[in-house]
């Protein structure tokens, strides 16, 4: 079984991980580990879901699992880098 990365895969992954990357270093600097875990893996996770849902409302679109994991699978690479800096310094 192959799986395809399309263009759109690659971009939803890559606006998510760094979406997470920032609200996660900002939560960080300016709070703790918690915070910038909790606000990181939130903010990327809600929006893979918001797109996803504003993607079905139209007349064309439909709901697809597809992107929801996409969009998770950047929350979670975003969250690890976060990680990464915060363990760092």
């Known amino acids: 079984m192959k799986i395809k990365i399309s263009k759109e895969d690659v971009a939803q992954i890559t606006v998510t991980t760094c979406i997470t990357v920032i ?3 900002v939560g960080f600097m300016l709070f703790d ?3 910038g875990v909790y606000a990181a893996i939130t903010s990327g996770l809600s929006i ?3 797109k996803e849902y ?3 409302l139209s007349s064309q679109d439909k709901w697809s699992w597809r992107d929801v994991i996409t969009g998770s699978l950047g929350a979670v690479i975003g969250l690890v880098i976060c990680l990464i800096f915060y363990l760092i310094r």
């Open 33 to 35: 580990l918690n915070c």
């Open 48 to 50: 893979g879901v918001g």
């Open 54 to 56: 504003a993607d079905s």
């Open 23 to 25: 609200v996660g270093l």
